[in-house]
C-alpha cells in the first residue's frame, strides 16, 4: 500500500487548503483513513480519521468544526478540507491507513504512511 499527500502549501490565517491522499495498492472504500500532523519538535498528533465503508468519522478538539475528513471511492483519494487555518496548525501533515476499517486515534494503529505535505499558516 503507498499512500502520496499533496495540497500543502503557505496560507494567510483565515485561510483554507485542501490535502490529498492517494492510496494504491489498496481500495481505500472498506478501509480507515486517517491524517496526523507534526510541528517542529513536537511529536505526531491525531487530527482526523474515516472508518472504512462507513460516513463514521472522528476530529482532535483542535480541528473540529474547521477541518473535514472525506473519501472519493472513484478516485481512492482521501482529503482533508480545512477551514479557518490558525498558524498553529502548521505542520508536515501525514494521511495514513491501519489494517482494518476501524476509527482509531493511535497511531500505532496506523501501518501505512504517506510521506507528509507541508503546511504553513502565517499571521
Known amino acids: 500500500v503507498q499512500l502520496q499527500a499533496s495540497g500543502g502549501g503557505l496560507v494567510q490565517a483565515g485561510g483554507s487548503l485542501r490535502l490529498s491522499c492517494a492510496a494504491s495498492?489498496?481500495?481505500?472504500?472498506?478501509?480507515?483513513m486517517g491524517w496526523f500532523r507534526q510541528a517542529p519538535g513536537m511529536e505526531r498528533e491525531f487530527v482526523a480519521a474515516?472508518?472504512?465503508?462507513?460516513?463514521?468519522?472522528a476530529y482532535s478538539d483542535s480541528v473540529l468544526g474547521r477541518f473535514t475528513i472525506s473519501r472519493d471511492n472513484a478516485r481512492n483519494t482521501v482529503y482533508l478540507q480545512m477551514n479557518s487555518l490558525k498558524p498553529e496548525d502548521s505542520a508536515v501533515y501525514y494521511c495514513?491507513?491501519?489494517?482494518?476499517?476501524?476509527?482509531?486515534?493511535?497511531?500505532?494503529?496506523?501501518?501505512?504512511w504517506g510521506r507528509g505535505t507541508l503546511v504553513t499558516v502565517s499571521s
Open positions: 495514513a491507513a491501519p489494517v482494518g476499517s476501524y476509527v482509531t486515534r493511535n497511531p500505532s494503529d496506523y501501518e501505512y
Open positions: 474515516l472508518k472504512g465503508g462507513a460516513r463514521s468519522t
Open positions: 495498492g489498496r481500495t481505500i472504500s472498506s478501509y480507515g
